[in-house]
């Protein structure tokens, strides 16, 4: 009888209706919501990537363990400089995530690494008038959302002027402010070094193993070695990596939201694809450093840059073609000042935009980003999200030249 009249007053109590017109604005709310989010993941999956586990090899250079041997040697060896004090690792050091930490690198006539390096007294001070790039992940140059890109057309510096990793490694050889000095003239340092190295016994022996033929030392082999290399610098196994893979733990929300204010402000127009690169040139107005004589006017004297990759930026800063900013935050900044909205005129320092560009010369893709609103904090997380810190940082002990691993760290 209790649950008879039980069952009886819940019949007899009428239930709350929803509105017809309410419920209609709450299901349009949800699915609006629901769109957003859906629209967000699909986007970041259609214009950014996880890298490959490995890059591709050039047909004329697969990669064996006796090349990748040889140019670990040659990398770290200052035989390949002028005045045998630099070495590729000098700039380009595991320490420094395969950079040096410098706004502008200091090379020939140079002693100490990263920030601690210095110019020698009495010796002639030419500082490299471009940031050091890091050569992690160097050799997925090139691989943009729109596919691969063959590795003889990988493009390669600030200016584009090189392409393909094997001519890369060579032209800091022939760089008066990289490499060579003074020692020889720029048309003579390719046949100086191959000659030091033909006269060294256990280098000859390598070359011999790693190419083969009837005279394996020589310029193009040298490049070959040193790419061969450089391709197993490989750090691909970032958060977003995992995230991208489908462990959709591996970043945290602030990163994910981080991840959405990227795509919602226009960042992913030209920093796309696994290594987060167009490798396009951009005009950005990028103030001169206060460092070098004359104004750096980029790619045809257009002041346009290429766009760097932004994977493993915290152990790479400072930032830009020329270092101009220190941190993340800095560099956020500079983009909000330039994009719409922005404008303002700055003298040559840091936070200034460079007057020697106009503002309509400024790349469109840049003056259209939407930096309006709060979320620099969460895009900074997401941009923590692409470093690896899992990447070869062996040091050979020593080297056959018998010179000091890495160039003159020491006075």
Not at 330 to 355: E, K, Q, T, W
């Amino acid at each position: 009888m209790r649950t008879h009249g039980l069952r009886r007053r819940q019949v007899g109590r009428p239930r709350r209706q929803i509105p017809a017109p309410v419920l209609v604005l709450l299901i349009g709310c949800v699915t609006t919501i629901l769109t957003t989010v859906g629209l967000s993941t699909t986007a970041a999956q259609a214009r950014l990537a996880a890298l490959p586990a490995q890059p591709a090899a050039p047909p004329d250079n697969p990669s064996t363990p006796e090349r990748v041997a040889l140019g670990r040697l040659l990398f770290w060896d200052p035989i390949l400089s002028g005045q045998k004090d630099v070495a590729c690792a000098t700039c380009h050091h595991p320490s420094l995530g395969y950079a040096d930490g410098l706004d502008l690198s200091i090379g020939a006539n140079g002693v100490g690494l990263g920030r601690e390096r210095s110019f020698l007294p009495e010796r002639p001070q030419r500082m490299v008038k471009r940031n050091s790039q890091t050569v992690l992940n160097v050799a997925f140059n090139g691989l943009t959302s729109g596919g691969d890109v063959s590795t003889t057309a990988a493009p390669m510096f600030w200016d584009l002027r090189v392409r393909t990793l094997e001519a890369q490694a060579l032209e800091p050889i022939k760089a008066l402010d990289e490499m060579r000095g003074g020692t020889y003239p720029e048309d003579r340092a390719l046949a100086a070094v191959v000659a030091r190295l033909n006269g060294n016994r256990d280098y000859r022996r390598m070359f011999a193993r790693a190419f083969g033929g009837s005279t394996p030392v020589n310029d193009g082999n040298l490049g070959r070695a040193l790419a061969a290399f450089q391709r197993t610098l490989v750090a691909s196994n970032t958060p977003f990596d995992r995230y991208m893979r489908g462990d959709t733990t591996a970043m945290t929300p602030d990163q994910v939201r981080g991840m959405d204010r990227f795509q919602q402000i226009g960042c992913v127009n030209c920093h796309n694809g696994p290594m987060f690169s167009d490798f396009a040139a951009h005009v950005l107005a990028v103030p001169d450093s206060s460092k070098l004589p004359e104004s750096d006017s980029g790619v045809n004297k257009t002041y346009a840059f290429r766009t760097p990759s932004l994977r493993n930026l915290s152990t790479t800063a400072p930032y830009m073609h020329n270092g101009a900013f220190a941190t993340l935050l800095d560099v956020v900044d500079f983009y909000r000042r330039i994009s719409r909205g922005g404008g303002r005129r700055g003298g040559g320092g840091a936070r200034g935009i460079n007057p020697q560009v106009a503002r309509d010369q400024i790349d469109p893709l840049a003056r259209q980003l939407n930096m309006r609103g709060r979320g620099e904090q969460d895009l900074v997380a997401f941009l923590r999200a692409l470093d690896d810190s899992e990447f070869d940082r062996s040091v050979p002990e020593h080297v056959p030249s018998g010179l000091p691993v890495g160039g003159r760290l020491q006075r």
